[in-house]
C-alpha cells in the first residue's frame, strides 16, 4: 500500500512554520524565548539584543530564557518527518503577516510628530490612564501613534484606576484594527477588569462580534467569571451569531497562522515583567546569604531585609523534595504572587556568567508545602487576576496580640497584613447579617466557577481562635460566615476559598 501522508504533510508543515524561529524563518537551535512578549528565537538570533525583533517591546535580561516546550516540540516534529519521509520540513516559505512596529531610536523622539515621554512611557494620568489607554480611547485615528508607543515600550496591560485595560477599552468601542495590533503585542485577553469582566465579556456585552473572533484566536476563555457569577455567553441574545461562537467549542478551528503563533505562546506562558529585580532572603543559610549578596553584586541586583512592597522574588531554603514548609514570608510570597526560589539558583549563580538569563521555572519551588501553589498564585498575579480575598471583608474575633497556628506565631497586625496582601478588607467592628443581607453581593473570583461552592456567595467572615476565644454565636448564612483561623491559613496555602467541609467544619 502507496501512504501518501498528504494531510498529515500538510499539517506538519504548517506547525512547523509556527515553530520557527522569528528572525531567521529556520529550525529554532537552542530556542530562546522573551517572557515579556512571548516570541522565541534561536539562541544565536538573540544575542545581546534589548528589543524584541518582532514587537519591538524592550526586553530585560531576565526576560529572557530557554524555551524548552518549543524544543520539544521541534523534536517530535522531526520524528514525525523522519516517520512519514518529510525531507524539507523545514525550509517552506515564513508567515509575514505580523504586525510591524516602527524602528524607535534615540532620535526618534525629535523627529517624529507625536510625543514619546523620555523617561517613563507608561506614566498614570488622574484616572490611572497611560499615554497607551488615551491613545486607544481616540480610535483609529490614533492607530500610527499607538504603533508607535508600543514600539518605545508602552504595556498594553496596564490598567487604570477603574480596572479597564486599553484592550477592553478597544473591545468596548469596537476598535477592530487597534484590539488585533494590541493583541500582536502581547496583550493579555483574559485579564479581567471592572466587575471582573475580562474583554470578552465586554465583547459580548456590546456585540463586538469581530473583537469576540479575534480575542478567541488569541486564546480568551470563554469559561471565565466575573463578579456576578456570567461568563461571556450569559450576555449575549441567544441563538445570535455572538451566542453561537461563544457555545461552539470548534468555531475557531481555522484560524489563520499568524494568530496561531502568537495563540501558542500566549497559551503556554505569559510571564510578569519586572523593571528591576529585588530580592528578599528568607531564612537563609549563612553560606547562601554571603553567595547572593556577592550574586547581587555581580549582576546589579537589589537585595533587601525586609518583605516591602518592591520585592519581585523570594529566595528560600526548600528540602529535597523542593518543598518549603509555610511561614508568614512565604504567605505573602503567595498572595502576593512572587516568584518563590530555592537556593539552587544561588548556586548556579556563582558558577555562570548571567544568571538573569536562566530559566527561572527550573528553580522555582514545588511546594509550600502543597505542591503546584507557588506556580498557581504567581500566574494568578501575571494574569492581573484579582487577590485571593478580594471583595472580602475579615474581623478577627479576639483580643490577644500573638496567636499560634501551625507551628507559626502571628500576631493581629501579620494577619492583617495578609489580608491586605490578598486584596481583602479588616473590619473594626464586628459584622451584623441584618446590615449585610441587602448589599450587593459579589461573587468571589477565585470560586466564580464553583456555584455550587458553600462560600459562593459569602463576602463577611468572622475569624475566631478556637477554645476559649470561640464566639458564643456562630454564624451560617450565605453572605457571613464565623470560621476557625485554621481555615484562613488554609485558603492561603491552598490559594483559593476552601470548603469548610474540607476540613471538617459542618456549615
Known amino acids: 500500500m502507496n501512504t501518501s501522508w498528504k494531510n498529515t504533510r500538510d499539517a506538519l508543515k504548517n506547525f512547523a512554520n509556527v515553530l520557527k524561529c522569528n528572525k531567521c524563518g529556520n529550525k529554532p537551535i537552542n530556542a530562546t524565548r522573551y517572557t515579556n512578549c512571548g516570541h522565541f528565537f534561536c539562541k544565536q538570533c538573540v544575542g545581546s539584543d534589548s528589543i524584541c525583533k518582532i514587537c519591538k517591546t524592550p526586553v530585560q535580561p531576565i526576560e529572557t530564557c530557554s524555551d524548552h516546550l518549543i524544543e520539544s516540540l521541534v523534536s517530535h ?36 510628530k507625536y510625543h514619546i515621554p523620555k523617561k517613563n512611557i507608561n506614566k498614570l494620568n488622574n484616572k490611572g490612564e497611560t499615554q497607551l489607554h488615551t491613545a486607544c480611547l481616540k480610535g483609529g485615528i490614533q492607530e500610527d501613534y499607538i504603533k508607535v508607543l508600543l514600539a518605545a515600550g508602552a504595556n498594553p496591560n496596564t490598567k487604570d484606576y477603574s480596572g479597564w485595560t486599553p484592550l477592553q477599552e478597544v473591545v468596548s468601542f469596537g476598535y ?30 456590546e456585540n463586538r462580534l469581530s473583537e469576540a473572533k479575534l480575542l478567541l484566536k488569541y486564546s480568551a476563555s470563554k469559561d471565565v467569571y466575573d463578579n456576578s457569577g456570567k461568563k461571556p455567553i450569559d450576555y449575549c ?49 549563612e553560606e547562601n546569604k554571603k553567595y547572593l549578596n556577592e550574586i547581587a553584586s555581580k549582576n546589579e541586583i537589589k537585595v533587601v531585609s525586609t ?15 523542593n518543598v518549603v514548609q509555610l511561614s508568614y514570608d512565604v504567605m505573602m510570597a503567595l498572595l502576593r504572587g512572587t516568584w518563590l526560589l530555592n537556593t539552587e539558583w544561588i548556586q548556579l549563580g556563582m558558577d555562570i556568567g548571567d544568571i538573569l538569563k536562566e530559566d527561572l521555572e527550573i528553580f522555582e519551588v514545588s511546594g509550600a508545602p502543597i505542591k503546584g501553589i507557588p506556580k498557581k498564585a504567581r ?31 502571628l500576631t493581629k497586625d501579620a494577619l492583617l497584613a495578609l489580608i491586605q496582601e490578598g486584596g481583602g478588607t479588616v473590619l473594626k467592628r464586628e459584622p451584623k447579617p441584618e446590615d449585610i443581607k441587602d448589599k450587593i453581593q459579589f461573587i468571589p473570583f477565585h470560586i466564580a466557577s464553583e456555584p455550587t461552592h458553600p462560600l459562593y456567595k459569602c463576602t463577611h467572615y468572622i475569624i475566631y481562635k478556637p477554645e476559649k476565644d470561640e464566639p458564643i454565636v456562630k454564624y451560617n448564612m450565605p453572605h457571613i460566615k464565623t470560621l476557625p483561623l485554621i481555615w484562613l491559613i488554609e485558603c492561603i496555602e491552598k490559594f483559593t476559598l476552601v470548603d469548610p467541609s474540607q476540613l471538617g467544619l459542618l456549615i
Not at 494590541?182 to 470578552?200: D, F, I, K, S, V
Not at 522574588?313 to 529535597?320: F, G, K, R, S
Open 379 to 409: 500566574e494568578s498575579a501575571q494574569n492581573q487576576n484579582p487577590g485571593l480575598f478580594d471583595q472580602c471583608y475579615f474581623y478577627f474575633a479576639w483580643q490577644s496580640k500573638n496567636v499560634y497556628i501551625n507551628n507559626m506565631q
Open 307 to 321: 518583605f516591602q512592597l518592591s520585592v519581585t522574588h523570594v529566595i528560600v531554603e526548600a528540602n529535597n523534595a
Open 176 to 205: 477592530t484594527n487597534i484590539c488585533r495590533l494590541l493583541l500582536e503585542c502581547g496583550a493579555l485577553p483574559n485579564t479581567p477588569g471592572e466587575g471582573n469582566r475580562t474583554a470578552l465579556h465586554e465583547a459580548a456585552k
Open 77 to 112: 516534529c522531526n520524528v514525525i518527518a523522519e516517520i512519514i519521509h518529510e525531507r524539507d520540513l523545514w525550509n517552506s516559505a515564513r508567515n509575514s503577516n505580523a504586525i510591524q512596529l516602527p524602528t524607535i531610536t534615540k532620535n526618534t523622539t525629535s523627529c517624529t
Open 237 to 285: 441574545v441567544p441563538y445570535t451569531e455572538m451566542w453561537n461562537i461563544l457555545k461552539d467549542e470548534n468555531e475557531l478551528d481555522n484560524a489563520s497562522k499568524q494568530d496561531l503563533n502568537h495563540t501558542l505562546n500566549k497559551s503556554f506562558t505569559t510571564t510578569r515583567t519586572f523593571n528591576t529585580v529585588v530580592i528578599y532572603a528568607s531564612y537563609l543559610k
